[in-house]
């Protein structure tokens, strides 16, 4: 099996253990981490295995790393705990990395996708005519949530095996309505919060006034560094719905602090995180932190869960759990694993250690990227606001969006798709483009994202001040090159 892979980190080529590791880490998903036979690589261009590829593509999905890997190969090595009592070991493990109460739930999910569900669960039977789901900027979270967030299949298959259909209700869903609030204007430059907040209050009260209940997506970390809103609209929307209005956090970048974690979960939200974006595990692997009072206020879930979900991934406490089918996913619990084990890692860094690394990938984007290429940036804030920029998280700054639409390949989204592909033949792989901004003919600008994960951070937090500069410049600089446009 893992001689077709020819772009898999030499020391690994040959090996039985390593060949019945990836075979475990490509099942129980969905069809989208299924290994392209001539390729194998995902349809995200990543693997679940150490490559040879320089990767710079935390926004999309990683490779898994090595440090990760032979742990993950340790424990197979070791046998494997029981997969609930493996689950539970993570939910603990979690809790502690995040430094959450020990109530604090965890639900596991195949895929950030899924993680939808959850939320959505939550908030079954909270108003006569069902949810009305604000969503906000479409384009910058997961393609799939706009059929999830519709409580509807998403994908071909479960991760259980069943054929669904995309676009289908998953069935004993309430009635759900969609919003899609976009959070860049025509220009493509990003909205205010305030400005934001006052469209979502219009929504709220639409729901209100139609008897449904509203549950508004608060974006943490969109495809391009976006936090809408602020903790201040926030809370403003929350004093003044109260129990008509809950919230759920797409976090599903992971790139969110302890603190702005706990901050949410104060408010009653829902936090939704991968563990294949910024947290550097493998393709796919999702968990929802649910605050122990929202899990007391659950109804029953639906029995379309009954083909989504196993009993294992679902909080004990959550009504109508015991449905769900008692059998074990392997794969997802060493996807989320490799995931955990690299949370771990990451949080014992200090600030400043991550700072150091996180400045010195600033300053070789800005002068090789920006500068030399001539690229322009796509800030995860509106343009002037002092205040916004100021406040901006320094996760964020781990992510990089470039304007590519002067590259004579680049000039379109699709362009800029094609372009994306053609790096990765070199060895070389970036994050996906991501429509965020329009052209006069109605289409989308060339895009691609740079974007560091937890174990490069921890790699790299390891070399002096010197060796860090080069490294990053010499990393950077092997992108640079690869996108320069000739004279």
Not at 127 to 154: M, P, Q, T, W, Y
Request: aromatic share 6%; hydrophobic share 45%; charged share 25%.
């Amino acid at each position: 099996m893992v001689a077709r892979f020819e772009d898999i980190d030499p020391a690994y080529c040959g090996r039985e253990d390593v060949a019945d590791l990836v075979a475990l880490l490509c099942q129980g998903g969905d069809a989208r981490i299924a290994l392209d036979p001539q390729t194998g690589l995902n349809r995200y261009l990543a693997a679940p295995y150490p490559r040879r590829t320089l990767a710079l593509a935390s926004s999309t999905a990683n490779d898994i790393s090595r440090a990760a890997f032979d742990h993950l190969l340790a424990l197979m090595a070791a046998g494997l705990a029981s997969h609930d009592d493996h689950l539970d070991a993570l939910r603990r493990r979690i809790r502690m990395a995040y430094g959450l109460e020990n109530d604090t739930g965890v639900v596991f999910t195949p895929s950030g996708t899924d993680c939808e569900f959850v939320a959505l669960a939550a908030v079954q039977g909270r108003a006569k005519s069902g949810v009305h789901n604000i969503l906000l900027g479409a384009d910058e979270v997961g393609s799939g949530c706009i059929h999830s967030a519709r409580g509807c299949h998403f994908a071909e298959s479960t991760a259980l095996g069943h054929a669904t259909e995309p676009g289908e209700p998953v069935p004993g869903m309430a009635p759900v309505t969609l919003c899609d609030i976009p959070v860049r204007c025509a220009r493509g430059e990003a909205r205010g919060s305030r400005e934001l907040a006052q469209v979502i209050r219009a929504e709220i009260v639409h729901a209100r006034e139609q008897q449904q209940h509203a549950l508004l997506h608060v974006v943490h970390g969109s495809k391009t560094g976006l936090i809408l809103p602020r903790l201040r609209e926030i809370d403003a929307l929350r004093a003044e719905f109260g129990a008509q209005l809950s919230l759920v956090v797409d976090a599903c970048q992971a790139r969110i602090t302890s603190g702005a974690v706990r901050d949410y979960l104060a408010r009653g939200a829902i936090v939704l995180l991968t563990g294949s974006k910024f947290m550097g595990g493998p393709p796919f692997s999702g968990f929802a932190l649910v605050p122990a009072r929202v899990i007391e206020r659950t109804a029953a879930l639906p029995p379309g869960f009954a083909r989504l979900y196993r009993r294992a991934e679902w909080d004990a406490r959550w009504a109508g759990c015991e449905m769900l089918e008692q059998t074990a996913n392997p794969g997802l619990a060493l996807r989320l694993e490799a995931s955990v084990f690299e949370l771990e890692r990451f949080q014992a860094l200090g600030q400043e250690a991550v700072r150091r690394v996180i400045l010195a990938f600033q300053r070789a984007i800005r002068a090789l990227l920006l500068h030399r290429n001539g690229f322009g940036r796509i800030e995860p804030y509106r343009a002037g606001n002092a205040e916004d920029a100021a406040d901006h998280p320094l996760e964020m700054l781990t992510l990089a969006t470039l304007d590519v639409s002067a590259h004579p390949q680049a000039g379109t989204f699709d362009d800029a798709r094609v372009l994306h592909r053609s790096l990765d033949r070199k060895g070389l792989r970036l994050g996906q483009p991501v429509k965020c901004i329009p052209r006069e003919d109605g289409s989308w600008a060339g895009t691609l994202r740079a974007g560091l994960s937890m174990p490069q951070i921890c790699a790299l937090a390891e070399l002096s001040d010197h060796d860090l500069e080069s490294a990053m410049f010499e990393r950077i600089g092997r992108f640079a090159d690869a996108l320069a446009v000739p004279a």
